[in-house]
């Protein structure tokens, strides 16, 4: 494992403690668990972007086009 040294203003020091004791991990876990919760955001961000540059609208609206038409079932409004 890699050590690194951060420097952070106190007052997100505290933010980060009190939320790290809420949820009842050491600061080092919150942070590591923070970190990984921005990669997997990036990455997914990163993975539908390129999918979506694939997508062909043409295509899109044709399956659309099949969808029936009506009104919404109750609850669905």
Avoid at 10 to 37: C, K, T, W, Y
């Amino acid at each position: 494992m890699t050590t690194l040294n951060l420097t952070l203003p106190n007052s997100i020091h505290r933010h980060i403690q009190e939320m790290a004791d809420l949820d009842g991990v050491p600061v080092s876990q919150f942070i590591m668990s923070a970190v990984i919760e921005k990669i997997s955001a990036l990455t997914a961000e990163s993975y539908l972007r390129t999918r979506s540059d694939r997508a062909d609208p043409a295509a899109f609206q044709a399956i659309l086009a099949k969808v029936p038409q009506r009104a919404p079932l109750a609850g669905d409004e």
